[in-house]
């Protein structure tokens, strides 16, 4: 087949691309470089996290056990499972399940508003207490140099993790529309796939900020 | 149009391959859930200097699992795997070479308040 015939015959096929292969192909590859961005965005935080757990370690794990673990528990489990229903909808996609395909995403959106929903009770407990970054540290309990510092690092890589919450979130509910007015099928779903990459690269960062914010 | 046919049946063991059920998703889930309690058990533990390592481990072992089964990395074209693998390359590099630097240093280089016992003495 010629490349005109294939322009001719498949209308997601742009005329720069020779066949719908090498348009996919571009599409994957330019997802991973992306997500390659936001693995080193988040490791300069890690890196900000290690240093000062690294100095002031006595005080970071005190101030971890302040956090509350069945919060954190219940957030890691939403999110796994929304990671779940995301690559289920895919999956649906691909066999043309388009229906379950957009109940498997409401489903997941509805994850990730409880994630945000419980991170932002979170947040007010923190705010109530005073365990805030900086000068606005005023928590009584512990003190010392570094406390602040570790609520610095907090509201840092867990508001940036969060803005990826609600910026996958608004990209599941674009996909949710769009496979309702059956714009992708079993031959056209690369879009649908680059979503759920996002989605995953969000619980992914969430599998190692859980941990080290919470556990240790 | 005459090579639609063998192009077609070609690529017909590949679509097997992207086509299997989606029994594996629900046990990727069942291990993630298994691996994220035994972190909050053991995380809670107190094992001492084991804690790090230990929830360090389990999270990179439910990292590889997400990786490898929901974002399909098994499928991946080859192009794709280097990306994801070298910018985990590039991260341990930022993070070794910062702390190359800090276990190194003096303690009179170090930030007011840190303990006087870190780094070596002078």
């Known amino acids: 087949?010629?490349?005109?015939?294939?322009?001719?015959?498949?209308?997601?096929?742009?005329?720069?691309?020779d066949s719908i292969e090498k348009q996919d192909y571009a599409a994957r590859l330019a997802m991973w470089l992306f997500l390659a961005t936001e693995i080193l965005l988040f490791a300069g935080l890690f890196l900000g996290y290690s240093v000062y757990r690294h100095f002031y370690h006595e005080t970071f794990h005190e101030l971890s056990r302040t956090l509350s673990i069945t919060l954190g528990t219940i957030n890691t489990v939403v999110?796994?499972?929304?990671?779940?229903?995301?690559?289920?909808?895919?999956?649906?996609?691909?066999v043309g399940?388009?229906?379950?395909?957009v109940g498997l995403l409401v489903f997941t959106?509805?994850?990730?508003?409880a994630f945000l929903v419980i991170k932002g009770f979170e947040y007010r407990h923190k705010f109530e207490?005073?365990?805030?970054?900086?000068q606005f540290y005023s928590y009584k309990e512990v003190t010392g140099p570094g406390a602040n510092l570790y609520f610095t690092i907090y509201f840092l890589s867990t508001g940036l993790h969060a803005f990826h919450v609600i910026v996958g979130m608004s990209v599941l509910i674009w996909l949710t529309l769009r496979i309702k007015r059956g714009a992708y099928s079993p031959n056209h779903y690369v879009a649908v796939e680059l979503g759920a990459l996002y989605w995953h690269l969000v619980d992914l960062v969430?599998?190692?900020?859980?941990?080290?914010?919470?556990?240790i | 149009m005459a090579d639609q046919g063998p192009r077609t049946r070609?690529?017909?063991?590949?679509?097997a391959s992207h086509g299997h059920g989606v029994a594996r998703y629900f046990i990727v889930w069942a291990l993630l859930l298994v691996f994220t309690v035994t972190t909050v058990l053991t995380g809670r533990m107190d094992l001492g200097a084991m804690n790090l390592p230990l929830a360090l481990t389990i999270a990179s072992i439910k990292a590889t699992l997400v990786v490898l089964f929901f974002m399909h990395m098994t499928e991946a074209a080859g192009t794709n795997r280097i990306i994801f693998v070298v910018s985990l390359l590039f991260a341990l590099v930022m993070i070794f070479g910062v702390f190359g630097d800090l276990w190194t240093?003096?303690?009179?280089?170090?930030?007011?308040?840190?303990?006087?016992?870190?780094?070596?003495?002078?």
């Open chain 1, 1 to 17: 087949m010629s490349s005109s015939d294939a322009h001719a015959t498949n209308p997601h096929l742009a005329h720069h691309f």
């Open chain 1, 79 to 94: 999110l796994i499972t929304s990671s779940l229903t995301v690559a289920l909808a895919f999956h649906a996609v691909k």
């Open chain 1, 97 to 101: 399940k388009n229906n379950q395909a």
């Open chain 1, 109 to 113: 959106v509805l994850c990730a508003i």
């Open chain 1, 129 to 134: 207490e005073g365990m805030l970054p900086g």
């Open chain 1, 206 to 215: 969430w599998i190692f900020l859980f941990p080290l914010l919470y556990l």
């Open chain 2, 10 to 15: 070609a690529s017909e063991p590949e679509h």
């Open chain 2, 105 to 122: 240093r003096s303690p009179m280089t170090l930030p007011n308040g840190v303990p006087s016992t870190l780094g070596p003495e002078l």
